[in-house]
């Protein structure tokens, strides 16, 4: 066994659902793999493209984001480390979906499709965990997609904020990886809404930034603000 392989094996960041694999079937997926770095702004896969390979997200985060009948970018979700992403083209067109940009230097896994799916054929528990990951990330997407279209714009900037502080770096206290009109674009609304809306959460003593550097004061009374819209 070579050494690549013996540091898959050993690999600090496997996912949940590698967790299933039996030292062979593991084997089998490092040898289909190609271990690399993405810099910060570079494309992971892009959408429309011919689907050979998933990426798999050891450190950094990816922001996903689809093209609509406008020629506008309309961004999904931000993808944090042990992430899967190209999953959509597993089973559908070979084509990818969406594209995936680096909003940080990141360290990935690419790997071939057919090995993937092979794996998912012979080893339930491993099928059945990506399967519960994607029927997840479906049910983020549906409760996204309400909230955009019945809550007002504080009640969206609240739950941008408590996001990215909750989900994607657990701590109040974070550097935001989107521009005022990214975050527009995430939540649905315009750039001037957001800068004002945030404006107002300082002003009120809910929250302080500077830049793009932000800490919550009172989470609190940002979670009342998610949760009345």
Same mark, same amino acid.
């Given at each position: 066994?070579?050494?690549?392989?013996?540091?898959?094996?050993?690999?600090?960041?496997?996912?949940?659902?590698?967790?299933?694999?039996?030292?062979?079937?593991?084997?089998?997926?490092?040898?289909a793999c190609?271990?690399?770095?993405? !810099? #910060?702004?570079? &494309?992971?896969?892009?959408?429309?493209?011919?689907?050979v390979y998933i990426a798999y997200i050891k450190t950094g985060l990816v922001k996903e984001t689809m093209t609509g009948p406008g020629g506008k970018d309309q961004i999904?979700?931000?993808?944090? !480390? #042990?992430?899967? &992403?190209?999953m959509t083209s597993l089973l559908g067109n070979k084509v990818y979906h969406y594209t995936y940009t680096a909003l940080t230097d990141l360290s990935v896994c690419y790997i071939e499709q057919e090995t993937f799916i092979n794996l998912m054929k012979i080893n339930g528990e491993f099928s059945l965990y990506i399967m519960k990951s994607l029927c997840h990330d479906h049910l983020i997407a549906s409760y996204k997609l309400v909230n955009q279209s019945q809550k007002k714009i504080y009640g969206k900037v609240a739950?941008?904020?408590?996001?990215?502080s909750g989900f994607i770096?657990?701590?109040?206290?974070?550097?935001?990886?989107?521009?005022?009109?990214?975050?527009?674009?995430?939540?649905?609304?315009?750039?001037?809404s957001v800068i004002r809306t945030l404006q107002a959460f300082q002003k009120e003593g809910i929250i302080v930034f500077k830049n793009n550097k932000f800490k919550i004061l009172k989470h609190k009374q940002l979670q009342n603000i998610s949760k009345n819209g």
């Open positions: 066994m070579n050494n690549e392989l013996k540091k898959c094996l050993k690999c600090e960041a496997i996912s949940g659902a590698c967790k299933n694999l039996s030292e062979q079937e593991l084997i089998n997926l490092a040898s190609i271990s690399t770095t993405v !810099k #910060k702004g570079d &494309i992971v896969f892009r959408e429309g493209n011919v689907a999904f979700r931000i993808l944090i !480390k #042990k992430s899967y &992403i190209g739950d941008a904020l408590l996001y990215f770096f657990e701590k109040k206290t974070f550097d935001l990886p989107l521009s005022r009109k990214e975050i527009a674009n995430l939540i649905g609304t315009s750039r001037e």
